[in-house]
């Protein structure tokens, strides 16, 4: 036998080269079929957004009030059907309260304001006329160059031709009637929803071991876990968001009320909210209050200062108090993770649904990614 050595294919530089591409490579692949699943999951949740969110509003409800069913039951010595009628009672009576004191005040501002909206536009235009003429000037010397004007004209033309083309009048009153009754629809079968998930007593994942019964008993327990500990988020993210977003424009509707600000009562409680997604209240806030707080009549850069210390000095209880208080540190997210989620999920699940789901879908990832690598990849598992 020759006792010379055996050549290897590859050097050892070469088989670190070929270990780092395929490594690569199957990274790219994993990360390729999670975008395209992930688009998918988007498409389809915004196909049927229409079935989903009426069961997602419902669901996230039902594990809310579930402890106000159980506690009436253990005090009140009531039967579970007792229990939910009950609730359902103190909620439309709460509902009519709200409705007799706030709802005449409330209508009257959001017609107003939609009235308000061509004098505020004047107020604005006569504002800039009179104190920058040089920027009214130089857009009617740039209108009055052939080439721009011919743009515009141009672009105005095709802008009423689209108009035209895809929103005849008969069509959109049409779309809109159907589209309002759609909606009245979906929201009406919430309560039917809620009712059934209320009247269960099992939690959701109490049955969920038989289901699994193909899977070892380890991961099992790993996938009730993420389930329970994803149940749990948003419990926790909804209960405090929607109690914050209450008190939020409960203050910012007294707050912009008592420096005279216009439809404060409407803006307030509109953006209080519009807070249960994170910032969403307070960006939409800023852009609305703000310029209208300057142009109303008898605005000025008083009454945007007195408006944006309104808003300052709520965000500051919220940052400091409500949030603390309420929902502690659950989520344990950076204020810069919670935006760029909002976006992120509500670009992938097209619409207002992944938007309001964004923090719970993003603390969960997290959870899963400190699991597995706690578990299996510290270990070699995976």
Not at 224 to 230: G, K, M, P, Q, S
Not at 247 to 274: C, D, R
Request: hydrophobic letters at 55%; aromatic letters at 12%; glycine letters at 10%.
């Amino acid at each position: 036998m020759s006792d010379a050595p055996t050549r290897r294919f590859l050097t050892d530089g070469q088989r670190r080269v070929v270990g780092f591409a395929l490594t690569l490579l199957a990274l790219l692949g994993t990360t390729a079929l999670f975008v395209v699943g992930l688009v998918s999951m988007g498409r389809m949740a915004g196909y049927f957004s229409g079935v989903l969110w009426p069961l997602a509003v419902a669901g996230v409800l039902a594990l809310i009030l579930r402890p106000i069913v159980e506690l009436a039951e253990q005090r009140m010595g009531l039967r579970r059907l007792s229990a939910v009628i009950v609730l359902y009672g103190l909620f439309i009576i709460a509902v009519a309260g709200v409705m007799v004191l706030l709802i005449p005040p409330l209508i009257d501002q959001i017609l107003n304001f939609i009235a308000y909206a061509p004098t505020f536009w004047q107020n604005a235009t006569d504002y800039f006329g009179r104190i920058y003429p040089e920027w009214i000037e130089l857009a009617q010397r740039q209108l009055a160059n052939p080439s721009i004007k011919q743009l515009v004209a141009n672009l105005t033309a095709e802008l009423n031709g689209l108009l035209s083309q895809a929103l005849p009048s008969l069509k959109a009153a049409g779309v809109g009637i159907l589209g309002l009754f759609t909606f009245s629809a979906h929201l009406a079968i919430v309560p039917i929803y809620l009712f059934f998930f209320l009247l269960s007593r099992s939690s959701p994942t109490a049955d969920l071991h038989e289901h699994l019964a193909f899977l070892r008993q380890s991961l099992q327990d790993d996938i009730i876990f993420l389930i329970d500990e994803f149940i749990a988020i948003i419990v926790s993210f909804f209960r405090g968001q929607i109690l914050i977003g209450l008190i939020m424009g409960s203050l910012l509707a007294l707050g912009f009320t008592l420096v005279g600000l216009k439809f404060g009562l409407f803006i307030g409680l509109a953006l209080g909210v519009l807070n249960i997604i994170p910032y969403l209240g307070t960006i939409i806030g800023l852009a609305v209050t703000l310029p209208l707080a300057f142009f109303q009549p008898d605005g000025g850069w008083q009454l945007l200062g007195l408006v944006l210390l309104v808003t300052i000095v709520v965000q500051n209880i919220e940052g400091w108090y409500l949030t603390p208080k309420i929902m502690g540190d659950r989520t344990g997210l950076h204020p810069v993770t919670i935006i760029v989620a909002v976006l992120f999920w509500g670009t992938a699940f097209d619409g207002v649904l992944g938007m309001l789901f964004a923090i719970p879908l993003t603390a969960f990832f997290v959870i899963l990614w400190r699991l597995l690598r706690k578990k299996y990849f510290s270990t070699g598992i995976i």
